[in-house]
T-cell receptor
Framework: DAGITQSPRHKVTETGTPVTLRCHQT?????MYWYRQDPGHGLRLIHYSYGVKDTDKGEVSDGYSVSRSKTEDFLLTLESATSSQTSVYFC????????????FGPGTRLTVT | SQKIEQNSEALNIQEGKTATLTCNYTNYSPAYLQWYRQDPGRGPVFLLL?????KEKRKERLKVTFDTTLKQSLFHITASQPADSATYLC???????????FGGGTRLMVKP
């Protein structure tokens, strides 16, 4: 998985609780992305980062925030988890940014009850 | 509305045959198109990137075509093997040029 780890790999949480997912890379790539993958919707971009402290919204950013204080770490926070945020979350990295190839982490399966 | 269509039904083929997967899109004018492979429980893996001015690209047993007139990309795996069984995703650069948009993927099953 191209030097990308995600933690936790699985999480069950209750509606209304905050949740933070972590993506860590050892490739020193500038660009990092958070996607969610749901049946019938494919992969959808939540937020992305083009450098330390530089982030922007993706297609489905409502209810999510991100932070990137170091090149190697990109955090995704669900401010107040809802059942509609039950999904598999993937982090990806890229050395050249969009539209070039991206390398994905192993994913985090999040269940909001 | 913008749409990327990949056949949601699984494609079943016999080992040794050529698998052909289709990615159709509407209301996009992508300058770049990518194909990824995804195995169950794992993240997608990049396979190939093709630009709008490239009609065809090859990598080992893989071939991708990109027809901007038909708004279609075809992904071919020649001499398919059971190990090629996976879901294959196409991804387009969106019109704003700032993100990839993924299709839902097609599951390929190669039987021995």
């Amino acid at each position: 998985d191209a030097g990308i780890t995600q933690s936790p790999r699985h999480k069950v949480t209750e509606t209304g609780t905050p949740v933070t997912l972590r993506c860590h890379q050892t490739e020193n790539h500038r660009y990092m992305y958070w996607y969610r993958q749901d049946p019938g919707h494919g992969l959808r971009l939540i937020h992305y980062s083009y450098g330390v402290k530089d982030t922007d919204k993706g297609e489905v950013s409502d209810g999510y925030s991100v932070s990137r204080s170091k090149t190697e770490d990109f955090l995704l926070t669900l401010e107040s988890a809802t059942s509609s945020q039950t999904s598999v979350y993937f982090c990806a990295i890229s050395s050249q940014g969009t539209p070039y190839e991206q390398y994905f982490g192993p994913g985090t399966r999040l269940t909001v009850t | 509305s913008q749409k990327i269509e990949q056949n949601s039904e699984a494609l079943n083929i016999q080992e040794g045959k050529t698998a052909t997967l289709t990615c159709n899109y509407t209301n996009y004018s992508p300058a770049y198109l990518q194909w990824y492979r995804q195995d169950p429980g794992r993240g997608p893996v990049f396979l190939l990137l093709i630009r709008e001015n490239e009609k065809e690209k090859r990598k080992e047993r893989l071939k991708v075509t990109f027809d901007t007139t038909l708004k279609q990309s075809l992904f071919h795996i020649t001499a398919s093997q059971p190990a090629d069984s996976a879901t294959y995703l196409c991804a387009l650069l969106n019109n704003a040029g700032n993100m990839l948009t993924f299709g839902g993927g097609t599951r390929l099953m190669v039987k021995p």
